[in-house]
């Protein structure tokens, strides 16, 4: 089989992956579901000139579970994002609409992040730490307000009903 050749951005981008996982790949995170970390890989033997140089950083739970994605790293402009635990917790919450616990224990993911970050940094990369966006955390998805044409035959409706009770009272008084 002959070997691929990857371009100067992909063969990085496949260094740090190879890299990452000899660091921070072969240790387990978390106590109960317990997850792999991966730093993806080119899909191919380039980057398109570095414009698809962004690589996923991930959970990958070792059994069974949902892949949580914690941020990536751009190697090409020399930057990283990292989510926080809040972070992770609240895009849980939107993704199964409130329901379910979440599955990595806060200790064990903060752990993470710090070897994250420091494995990050060791790489010349700018980390920034994504905080979860402000506001309530969404419990449950608000229920549909009935459509303006829907409200207008309910509203008719009422008003046909009541007359036809004036009506009907008229009738009987008479």
């Known amino acids: 089989m002959p070997e691929v050749k ?14 990452f ?28 000139g570095g414009k698809q140089s962004l690589q996923a950083i991930k959970l990958t739970p070792i059994d069974t579970g ?19 635990y809040e972070y992770l917790v609240r895009m849980q919450q939107q993704r199964f609409k409130g329901s379910g616990e979440f599955p990595l ?11 994250l970050q420091t494995f990050l940094t060791n790489n010349r990369m700018r980390v920034a730490v994504l905080a979860a966006p402000p506001g309530p955390a969404p419990t449950a998805a608000p229920a549909e307000a009935p459509r303006s044409g829907q409200a207008a035959l ?11 009770a004036g009506l009907a009272a008229y009738l009987l008084r008479r």
């Open 6 to 19: 990857h371009t100067m951005f992909a063969q990085q981008a496949l260094s740090l992956a190879e890299l």
């Open 105 to 115: 224990d806060r200790a064990a993911y903060d752990a993470f992040l710090a070897q």
């Open 154 to 164: 309910y509203i008719g409706l009422a008003v046909v009903a009541a007359a036809l």
């Open 66 to 84: 949902t892949t949580l994605v914690v941020g990536h790293a751009n190697q090409v402009e020399g930057t990283a994002e990292v989510r926080t």
């Open 21 to 48: 996982q000899a660091v921070l790949g072969g240790k387990p995170v978390g106590t109960g579901v317990k997850y792999r970390a991966e730093l993806a890989a080119p899909d191919g033997p380039s980057t398109g």
